[in-house]
């Protein structure tokens, strides 16, 4: 389960590198792909959810699964942003996409284990 959520969360992110161009030249993002990479990135943590609650997971794992909460609580942020008609401010978005990518590696690092 885990892996198909690392699946997930790496299309996600793809979709996250579209969205910061956006952010880079000070423009919004269009909402589609916005709200595409937000339900990519629930999906991915409700499949962690689930792994932990039925099957239990590493810590590691479970560290991972904080750590993308967090990055998903960003990203609630920058939605909020971004319903205003605003461009997020650049810091913001680099802290969200800097904490998704510590949480995605902890929990490829889980996956494979290295942790």
Known sequence: MLGTALVIFAIGALGGLALASFVLRDRLAPWPLSMLHA????????????????????????????ILIIAALGGFYLASIHLGQKVAPKPVAFVHAGVAVIGFLTLLGAVFGAF
């Open 39 to 66: 339900a990519l990135g629930a999906i991915g943590l409700i499949i962690v959810l689930y792994a932990a609650f039925t099957a239990g997971i590493s810590k590691a794992a479970l560290t991972a699964l904080v």
